[in-house]
């Protein structure tokens, strides 16, 4: 992937409405609509963003094949990340046929709304994770700051797979709250086979109102723990339009990175997620 190009690790598509949505409550009423590829062009385009990864925001198989069709339709979609039942007995089948599409490149479950904290390590949920690694797909992992521990233990166990974790696992920004979320993200970060996305961290921020100096201090953290190679830059659009503009988040990021050197900025602005999920060149 060349120099300059930048590739977004984390974005949505959805066709709204409040049945299939309800997390996108009253404080989010500007996104109770519809946001499709055309809407995050005229986002994504003028700030020199050529790519991006779709993520799934619903837990149904349909949501994927829908993420998948438009990723066909549109080239910019280099890849999905999708939803499968991998606790379920159905997991088998369904991971089997969504991963026969080549467009998709990972799973993702909603872990951290599930009422049992360790549900990723439940033996049902294991036996389905087991799978991806059979069809070379990286699993998201969505979580908050009290998960990291269960997560830490997933990554020993499958020193194989390939995680990426999603938002920094959501650390406290808005208080200004670092321990025990730093400590944990550092031992995840031994980890040689989980990376972490640039992402979601102005929704854990006073919206609207963050300042760069609010978040500095998770990325600093996460800089050092994972450094550039396993490092990548995402919006969370169009959640991050609730918080946030699309240029004021990426202005920040390139601001953040500059002391790196030119490859340093340029694997956390695509060459990380090429790599994490596997995109052709």
């Not at 808005?174 to 400590?183: D, I, T």
């Not at 500095?216 to 550039?228: C, I, K, R, S, T």
Request: glycine fraction near 4%; proline fraction near 9%.
């Amino acid at each position: 992937m060349p120099e300059a190009a930048i590739l977004d690790s984390h974005q949505h598509f959805w066709r709204y409405n409040a049945a299939e949505y309800p997390w996108l409550g009253d404080s989010m009423r500007s996104l109770q609509r519809d946001f499709l590829p055309a809407d995050f062009a005229l986002d994504a385009a003028p700030a020199g963003v050529s790519g991006s990864i779709a993520v799934q925001a619903r837990q149904s198989i349909a949501e994927t094949e829908w993420l998948l069709a438009l990723a066909r339709a549109n080239p910019s979609i280099r890849g999905v990340v999708g939803w499968a039942p991998l606790a379920e007995p159905s997991a088998g089948a369904a991971v089997e046929r969504l991963a026969g599409d080549p467009l998709l490149k990972g799973l993702r479950h909603v872990l951290h709304d599930e009422p049992d904290p360790a549900f990723m390590l439940r033996p049902a949920f294991l036996e389905g994770l087991a799978m991806l690694r059979r069809h070379a797909l990286a699993f998201d992992l969505l979580i908050f700051p009290k998960h990291l521990p269960h997560a830490i233990e997933l990554a020993r166990r499958f020193p194989s797979q390939v995680f990426v974790l999603d938002h920094l696992a959501k650390p406290v920004i808005r208080a200004g709250l670092l321990s025990p979320w730093r400590e944990s993200i550092a031992q995840l970060a031994r980890h040689p086979n989980v990376y972490c996305k640039l992402s979601g961290m102005v929704t854990e921020a006073l919206w609207r109102r963050w300042t760069p100096a609010d978040l500095m201090p998770y990325f600093d953290v996460a800089l050092h723990a994972f450094g550039p190679s396993r490092l990548m830059f995402g919006s969370d659009w169009p959640v991050l339009l609730a918080a946030s503009s699309y240029p004021a988040w990426l202005d920040f990021l390139r601001t953040a990175i500059a002391p790196l050197t030119p490859h340093e900025q340029s694997q956390i602005l695509a060459t990380t997620a090429a790599t994490a999920y596997r995109l052709a060149p």
